[in-house]
């Protein structure tokens, strides 16, 4: 899943915030922090209470505008109910198999959503975790702060309604 989230404090701040964030006492984020705004943070969880799952977030820190913005990536798994519509795909498909006379394709087939399991149900936790701790230490939002989305609508408006202006005034030109 890819992600930009706003922040309204510096890329040196944020940076500073990760790593201070990477060297508490709790021991459940693990990752770097680079000057340039670069990080990755990585937390594992277990699935079924015994396979532990890694996932890693990698993001850049940029100043954009006046605004500090956060974009990155994170696997993001899958939610229970795709989970359970794609077990539910092989197994009828590995029935198919079977029944058709391909018992081992089959058989393979149809136990695929075990192991596949943990995967998806790993990145989907841990992809949230990591998510809301990005969010929580850099104080960062998904959307844009209300004074710059006021602005920026402004702006917009202003620009289209100066295309409108320029384009009925080109109408009306001749060229020889």
Request: glycine share 6%; hydrophobic share 40%.
């Amino acid at each position: 899943m890819r992600f930009v989230y706003y922040s309204e404090k510096t890329v040196s701040q944020c940076m500073l915030a990760l790593n201070e964030r990477l060297h508490t006492k709790s021991g459940r984020l693990e990752g770097w922090v680079e000057k340039s705004g670069r990080f990755s943070l990585a937390t594992t969880s277990p699935v079924f209470k015994r396979f532990p799952r890694s996932t890693r977030l990698n993001a850049r820190v940029e100043r954009e505008d006046g605004l500090t913005v956060i974009r990155g990536y994170v696997p993001d798994g899958a939610d229970p109910r795709s989970r359970v519509i794609i077990y539910a795909v092989l197994v009828v498909i590995g029935l198919a198999l079977i029944v058709s006379g391909n018992l081992l394709p089959g058989l393979i087939v149809a136990l695929v959503p075990l192991p596949l399991n943990i995967p998806l149900e790993g990145d989907y936790i841990n992809s949230q975790k990591l998510s809301d701790e990005v969010q929580r230490t850099l104080k960062a939002k998904a959307t844009l702060p209300a004074a710059l989305r006021k602005e920026r609508d402004t702006r917009k408006a202003a620009k289209e309604s100066a295309a409108k202006r320029s384009g009925s005034k080109a109408d009306f030109r001749t060229y020889r």
